[in-house]
C-alpha cells in the first residue's frame, strides 16, 4: 500500500484504538488525506472486521464511522456530478452522506463488486429523491411527481412524431393509463414551479404585478378578528349590559324602546349603553 499524506499503516500489531478488538485495523490519523486507492484497500480491510463485530457496540461504531469518513471524498466525487443543479455543494454531500450509510449498512464483502461500484447508485439516488421532494414549489404527492415526468417524455415524444402537441387521451394511450389520471398529472406540473407576486403579470401593456392582480384587503377579516375578541369580553359583562347590547345592536332598538322593556328612562339606557361601549373598547385596544 502506498503511504499517502496521512499516517496510514495496517500493521497487524497495531491498533486503531486502545481496544484489543480493533487489533489489526488500518491507524487513519486523517481520513480525507488518504487517497482512492489507500481508501479502498483499507475499506476492504473494515468491511470484513465489521461483519464479525456486534453491532451497537464500540468497537462496530467505530469500524463504521471510519468506513464513513474514508468514503467521504465518494460523496463529493458523486456530488460533483449535480453541479448544475442551485442547490450548494454541501447541501448535496450532506444528503449524499445519507446514501453513503445506507450503502456501508447493506454491504457485504462477499458481493463480487467493489464497494464504490456499489456505493454510486445508493449515493447518487439518495441526491436525486432530494431533489425530488424539495424542488417543487408545492407539495404533490411522489406518484404525481413521477407522472409528471413520465408525461413530459411522452408528449416529448408524440410531438417528434407527429409535429403537434398531444392530447389528454392520446397521452392516456401512450401511457396505458386513464385520461383522469392524466389530467390530474398535468394539473400537478403546474406546482412544479412558482413565480414571484412581484413578477410582471404580462408582457404587455403597464408593467403591473402578479400581487396587484391576486390580492385585496377584505374588510370582513377586521369585523371577524373584532368579533372573535368581543366575545369573552361581552361574555364577562353583567346580564343587564349584556341585553342592552344584545336589544341595540341585534334587535335593532332604540334607546327607548330598550328602556321601556327595561322599565328605566332612555337617559340612563343612554348612561348604561355609553359606559359599556367604552369599557370594551379600553379593554379591546389594550389586549
Not at 385585496?216 to 375578541?229: I, K, R, S
Request: proline letters at 5%.
Amino acid at each position: 500500500m502506498n503511504r499517502t499524506a496521512a499516517t496510514t499503516s495496517l500493521a497487524p500489531d497495531a491498533t486503531a484504538a486502545e481496544d484489543g478488538a480493533l487489533v489489526g485495523l488500518p491507524i487513519i490519523d486523517d481520513p480525507g488525506g488518504v487517497s482512492a486507492a489507500d481508501a479502498r484497500a483499507m475499506s476492504k480491510v473494515l468491511f470484513d472486521r465489521l461483519r464479525v463485530l456486534e453491532e451497537g457496540t464500540h468497537e462496530y461504531q467505530y469500524v463504521r464511522n471510519t468506513l464513513i469518513e474514508l468514503n467521504i471524498p465518494l460523496v463529493r466525487f458523486v456530488a460533483g456530478r449535480f453541479r448544475s443543479r442551485p442547490e450548494t455543494t454541501e447541501e448535496m454531500v450532506q444528503v449524499g452522506t445519507i446514501g453513503l450509510i445506507k450503502a456501508i449498512d447493506r454491504f457485504d464483502p462477499s458481493y463480487d463488486v467493489e464497494f464504490p461500484t456499489f456505493a454510486v447508485p445508493t449515493i447518487s439516488g439518495e441526491i436525486k429523491r432530494f431533489f425530488r421532494d424539495t424542488s417543487w414549489a408545492v407539495h404533490v404527492p411522489r406518484r404525481l411527481q413521477e407522472l409528471r415526468l413520465e408525461l413530459a417524455r411522452a408528449r416529448d415524444a408524440f410531438t417528434t412524431e407527429h409535429d403537434r402537441e398531444p392530447t389528454s387521451a392520446e397521452l392516456a394511450d401512450r401511457l396505458g393509463i386513464r385520461v383522469e389520471e392524466v389530467v390530474e398529472g398535468l394539473a400537478a406540473a403546474a406546482g412544479y414551479t412558482a413565480s414571484s407576486l412581484d413578477a410582471p403579470a404580462g408582457d404587455d401593456g403597464p408593467a403591473e404585478m402578479h400581487a396587484s392582480r391576486a390580492s385585496f384587503v377584505d374588510p370582513g377579516y377586521d369585523l371577524a378578528e373584532n368579533l372573535h375578541t368581543l366575545k369573552p369580553l361581552i361574555a364577562a359583562l353583567p346580564q343587564r349590559e349584556r341585553d342592552i347590547l344584545s336589544m341595540r345592536f341585534g334587535q335593532d332598538l332604540t334607546q327607548s324602546q330598550i328602556g321601556e322593556r327595561l322599565g328605566i328612562s332612555q337617559m340612563h339606557v343612554s348612561r348604561l349603553l355609553a359606559r359599556t361601549l367604552t369599557g370594551l373598547r379600553t379593554r379591546l385596544l389594550a389586549d
